[in-house]
């Protein structure tokens, strides 16, 4: 069965500093690739997905997440974060043409000081 | 406009109790799911429906869990005999289709049971 790890579970920054939060998996074919947040009192939203194709994704509020197939690893990155980045982040993994559901990690709450 | 619909927002109740837990898709959303967040855990799936049937029930953790899903629309989780281990945020998603390529998950607020 299919496993994510997030190694971060809090990261406190200062804005303007650059992100960048850990996302392994563990599966040995081919998978979906996912990012999930959720602010403060907000329900989970999807944040950026990878299926195929170029494994530099970019999503919404300027976030982007490469996949690294040989390192199992698909990191969130973003060069300069606000207060409003603020939130819990979710990496999850679905298997292709296995199933339908993700399989998230422990999540990472970010803290964003003004 | 109207996103996923989730009943009660939060539960308590005693150890041993039964509790039903609600869930009102995105309307004519055909896929369904049931998550759980428990204490310093992950989401963790518990069950998917495509319309009324529910192809994988794989994460349902015990025979005390049970779901079902009427009119392709509302579903309904299940606990029977509570047990304190059951305290969790309880999520359910829902997306046009079963199919993850074009259609992402859309969440609810979820569910805060907490077991006497």
């Known amino acids: 069965a299919q496993s994510v790890s997030q190694h971060n579970h809090h990261v406190i920054l200062s804005e303007a500093a650059s992100l960048e939060l850990g996302c392994n998996y563990s599966?040995?074919?081919?998978?979906?690739l996912f990012w999930y947040v959720q602010y403060p009192g907000q329900h989970l939203q999807l944040l950026l997905k990878y299926f195929s194709g170029d494994p530099l994704v970019k999503g919404i509020k300027g976030f982007e997440a490469e996949f690294i197939k040989s390192k199992f690893s698909f990191n969130l990155r973003k060069p300069s974060v606000q207060w409003s980045d603020t939130a819990e982040y979710f990496c999850a993994v679905n298997v292709q043409f296995g199933n339908e559901k993700l399989t998230f990690g422990t999540g990472t709450r970010l803290t964003i000081i003004p | 406009g109207a996103g996923v619909s989730q009943s009660p927002s939060n539960k308590v109740t005693e150890k041993g109790k039964d509790v039903e837990l609600r869930c009102d898709p995105i309307?004519?959303?055909?896929?369904l799911y049931w998550y759980r967040q428990s204490l310093g855990q992950g989401l963790e799936f518990l069950i998917y429906f495509q319309g009324n049937s529910a192809p994988d029930k794989s994460g349902l953790p015990s025979d005390r869990f049970s779901a079902e899903r009427t009119g392709g629309s509302v579903s309904t989780l299940t606990i029977q005999r509570t047990q304190q281990e059951d305290s969790a945020v309880y999520l359910c998603a829902s997306s046009l289709s079963g199919s993850l390529s074009n259609q992402p998950q859309h969440f609810g607020d979820g569910t805060r049971l907490s077991i006497l």
């Open positions: 309307s004519g959303h055909t896929a």
């Open positions: 599966y040995g074919g081919t998978v979906n």
